[in-house]
């Protein structure tokens, strides 16, 4: 090799490079670095024994298991009786307000009998006894008047049983006052007794209707039950009312018995039926003032 050759590569060899960094880039863009290195694994365990308080894993955990579990049923019970208990006691005294009501319509009902039914009744049939006692046939037309009108009437009371049915179909097991148990009690034994003499003013009042044929017409009979009282209690019939040819039989041999049984049932309203409306009249006010004064109602 020449001189000349040798100075060449020794200055080529001499000489840096102008750019640096140039070839370092282009290798770096054509053969991009990989990263080997693997993602860090999270372990999510969410059962970590610090945020288990209960004490291990022994008898005593599942002791305390067992006790949290027997609390919540036990807990669960007293809750859902505390509510029956709540609803009962509405119940009660939604009850007792329909009792006082009830008693409220009997009192007003027995006062009207009292005071007004029971004494008209009673002279009606004074009347009626007088007319079937007088002879002729002047009057005969006023006799059924004053006969129909005096024994139409029904007197077979029946207490107000709407709120006293529904406690009794509890057992009265609603009922916590020993006072308003006793009340009710009472009005239970005084509504039985009367049943009882509802039965017999019935004896009466079939045993009138019945032996009405020993003065009466049949015919104008029927027609006047049938045609002037559209219901049991109605008491309004006029004298027009009465046909003209409506005769009265005074000459049966059986007339002084019938009239024995219209006495005996006007002295029964004037000794029994009107001295127990009284009874039961004073029973229920002093019922009713019991119940509000002990549930604090109006």
């Known amino acids: 090799m020449s001189e000349e050759n040798k100075d ?15 070839e370092d880039a282009t290798i770096s863009l054509s053969q991009p670095e990989t990263n080997n290195q693997q993602p860090a694994i999270i372990n999510m365990d969410t059962h970590a024994q610090e945020l288990h308080k209960a004490p291990g894993q022994g008898w005593k955990h599942y002791f305390f298991e067992f006790f949290m579990l027997f609390l919540a049923v036990f807990c669960g019970f007293l809750v859902e009786n505390q509510r029956e208990r709540m609803v009962e006691h509405q119940r009660e005294k939604t009850l007792i307000t329909e009792l006082v009501e009830d008693l409220g319509k009997d009192s007003s009902y027995l006062s009207w009998c009292i005071n007004s039914i029971i004494p008209n009744h009673m002279k009606l049939l004074d009347s009626a006894i007088t007319l079937l006692q007088q002879p002729g046939s002047e009057k005969d037309r006023e006799t059924y008047q004053v006969y129909l009108t005096a024994t139409a009437w029904n007197f077979n009371f029946a207490p107000t049983d709407r709120a006293l049915s529904q406690l009794r179909s509890y057992g009265y097991r609603l009922i916590r006052n020993g006072a308003v148990a006793d009340v009710i009690s009472e009005l239970e034994i005084t509504n039985g007794v009367y049943s009882r003499i509802n039965g017999h003013t ?39 009312d009465i046909p003209l040819n409506a005769r009265v039989t005074k000459t049966n041999p059986e007339i002084q018995s019938f009239i024995s049984k219209l006495k005996k049932y006007n002295f029964y309203l004037a000794t029994r039926i009107k001295v127990d409306y009284l009874r039961i009249l004073n029973s229920s006010k002093s019922a009713a003032s019991v119940l509000r004064k002990e549930y604090h109602l109006k």
């Open 202 to 240: 019935f004896e009466l009042q079939n045993d009138i209707n019945e032996s009405a044929y020993i003065f009466a017409d049949r015919a104008v009979l029927g027609r006047l039950l049938v045609t002037e009282f559209p219901y049991p209690n109605d008491v309004s019939i006029n004298l027009n």
């Open 8 to 22: 060449q590569e020794i200055s080529n060899e001499q000489i840096p490079n102008p750019k640096p960094g140039v």
